[in-house]
Structure formats: C-alpha cells, structure tokens
Nanobody, 122 residues
Framework: HVQLVESGGGSVQSGGSLRLSCTLSGYTEDSSEMGWYRQAPGNACELVTSISDEGSTYYADSVTGRFTVSRDNAKNTLYLQMNNLEPEDTAVYYC?????????????????WGQGTQVTVS
C-alpha cells in the first residue's frame, strides 16, 4: 500500500497563507484519486479538495477561491496552497488516496491516510 506523510501546518493570523505537502511512498501507483480532508473538534471529517491523476479538481464551497490543490507526480507529492485563511479553517488536515464521505478522519476503512498536520488560524 501507499504511505502518506503531511507537512507544512502551523499557526497563522487570519488572512495569512500556508502550503501543505503530502509525500507519497511505497505503492505510489495507488494515487489516481488524492484528497485533502480536515477535521476540527466537534465537526465531522470534511473533504476539502480532491485531484485526479489527470488534474481534475474539486473544491468544497467553503474553500473555493482561497485554496488550490496540485500534484507533482514526478515527485510523488500532493500540495495544498491555502490563502486568505480564516479562523474557521482551523483543523487537522489529512491527505488520503481515496475520495470518501466519512465522519472521522482518518478512516482506515478507505485507502491510506497520513498522520495529519495541524493548521491554526487566529
């Protein structure tokens, strides 16, 4: 299976930016569907954005126009550029190689997930 490791989280002020990275290793061929999820305390897991191996993307309404997902298949890396961050974006962010609707992140029933990276916006 594929292993995923996120990086790039941190604390920023409202209006700031962060760039998250997700590095894939192992069976990287299982990465045609990649997604960024987030979960804040008391909230359900949310699919924030997704990207196919051909570059087709999806964005949740709450992040459209502020977040940009991309991938570098040669580097086996997925990125999430987050601009104009808001306190409501505060959450643990996860990358995964499946597009699913699930209440809890990570959900090992569906593909592989990273360990998560904390994003805090104040």
């Amino acid at each position: 299976h594929v292993q995923l490791v996120e990086s790039g989280g941190g604390s920023v002020q409202s209006g700031g930016s962060l760039r998250l990275s997700c590095t894939l290793s192992g069976y990287t061929e299982d990465s045609s569907e990649m997604g960024w999820y987030r979960q804040a305390p008391g909230n359900a897991c949310e699919l924030v954005t997704s990207i196919s191996d051909e570059g087709s993307t999806y964005y949740a309404d709450s992040v459209t126009g502020r977040f940009t997902v991309s991938r570098d298949n040669a580097k086996n890396t997925l990125y999430l550029q987050m601009n104009n961050l808001e306190p409501e974006d505060t959450a643990v962010y996860y990358c995964a190689n499946r597009w699913v609707a699930t209440a809890t992140c990570p959900d090992p029933r569906f593909g592989s997930w990273g360990q998560g990276t904390q994003v805090t916006v104040s």
